[in-house]
């Protein structure tokens, strides 16, 4: 929100020094808001990560040290926590956007009335708690739960499925959980492509996939990768679900963070997760970006 | 500019296929229905090889949904489309041969010039080399070489048009669809493109179909005009008879300004008859309808001129100088008329000297009253 501010008093040149100080001003509640609960909290973190750990209390203040960096980089148990973290989100990424693109193309084509019932029907999960959610799916899912118990009464199956309580059920936690956003996204996008372009590649004669694939995918790529980005940053913070749905064997990083300030009351190292979790996501997210813009030049060429 | 012209084939609803004669675009009978609204209602019409055809109504008569019906982009209700003989009236758009140029150019955002015209090229599977050579010549046709780097949005509203035409006839489609084509720009640029793109029409013999709102555009470009009004084909004819000889109230009243007085006829004599109009003028004009008939008259404020004294003409109206504008080609005169109507009239420069109140006789030949049925 803060850019549209500031690039709406777009001042003539006869206003000057008065159009910047204007523009200055217009950004200024932004600046505060973004640094006062986001940058500051975010530096605290950083300071606390660098402390010396006590036992007893939280951490040491005014000691610096490097030591939880150094145990969560080199400890196998960390980086597997790490590596679950990043491969679930992954995989959850790539699930959400292989279902999410195609429904929100499929409302995009809907008549103007259809369209609005089945937006409203992606927002509605939006206005129910996560944890709501999420004991719904433990209803269906769990071993004595529906699903099975109606598979099983069907006949099609002797045992239950185990579809809660492992990898699969964080997935579909994730994947469900984040799906109204990414198809929102992606609709909006969708929605803002002339439906000329498209008819004009078939009149050109491009036949409906090619002219998906040369004009809808290409126009589409932005909304994409704004659903990646929404889905994979909230897969990789996840708490819920691989709390309910997910097993002890299987750890998100925000578990063990919540277990390192809340039961080992070792605050550095709680903290050094926080902030090797942040910078991880901004690696990750850089890497994809370039490898977008490589992508994309390519294709232009 | 009508040395292409051709025959108006209005009546033609033999099955196509009759040798060498066969237009490149036949429609027959073609409908469309948008749930309870009848778009389009039954048309027959046909574009002869090379012609140059412009479609031409208010907006919402049906004209760009008869366009998009050809292209493929609409499905029909009924009837059917042949094109080069062929039934395509249930083809897709790719495999129709025809290329469409948009209002709004509809140019690929994310592609360069060069790959926006090459696109249909590349989609009808030509080679690489054959790709560059066509499009290199299809830039040079439209005059844009040198643009092939630049992406759509670098270039103004008249280039993008261009390169919209140059995508288009790349292909060498069976037929030109422009829709609205020159809509969105200024006006000094669309008149320069008009001849432009007529020019390029007939240096490459181009069968057009043209869908427009603006009838000198229409005058200007066409070999022949089909008007259309409420999904009905109101006439079908060559751009002067559709000036001169208006088929009905509507067209006459839709292509240049004209002034309408309606009437009936009080007597008629071969050539000639006299309308009396609703206000008890007496008018002569040229038809042969019968007497008692509801008709209206229609005259050019063009083919009206103004006397201080009572001339000698088949019609002459008494009226009052309301108001004049200055036009910088012409003088256009509002006369007050007895019964309390306006008359438009355009004088060319200098021949006007009436001044607001002054007392005028207009003139005007038989020959230059319209005389139409009313419905």
Redesign the interface.
Known sequence: MGDGTASETRGGASRGSWARLDRVWLALPAVVLTALFFIVPIMFMGRISLSVHESGSAYREGTWTLDSYTTLLTDGFYLRIFGYTLGVSLLVTVLGLALAYPLAYWINRCGPRLKVILLFAVIVPLWTNILVLIYGWLIILSPGGALNDGLMSLGLIDEPLRVVYNTFGVVIGIVQITLPYSILIMAAVLAGIDRSLVESARDMGASRLKAFLHVTLPLSAPGIASAATVIFVWAMGEYASPQLLGSSAGKFVSQEISSQFLTAFNWPRGAGLAVTLFSLIVVVLVVAQSVARVMARRNVA | MTDVSVQPMKDSVAPPGGGATTPDLEVQGLSKHFGPVVAVDSIDFSVASGEFVSILGPSGCGKTTTLRMV???EEVTAGRIFIRGSDVTHL???K?N???V?Q?Y?L?????VHDNVA??LK??GVSKAEIDDRVATAMRRVRLEGYEKRKPSQLSGGQRQRVAVA?AIV?EPAIL?LDEALTNLDRRLRQQLQLELKELQVDLGITSLFVTHDQEEALTMSDRIIVMDEGLIAQDAEPSEVYDRPASAFVAGFIGESNRLDGSVAAGSGETCTVRTESGLDLMGIHSGDVGQQCAVMIRPRAITLHADRPTKDNVIEGVVKLWAYKGESYEYVINLPDGGDLLVDLPRREAVFERGDRVFAAFDARDVIVVERA
Do not use: D, I
């Open positions: 292209a493929g982009l897709p758009p790719e129709r025809t290329a469409m948009f709004s509809a690929f955002p994310h592609m360069n696109f249909g989609m009808r995508r292909v669809l």
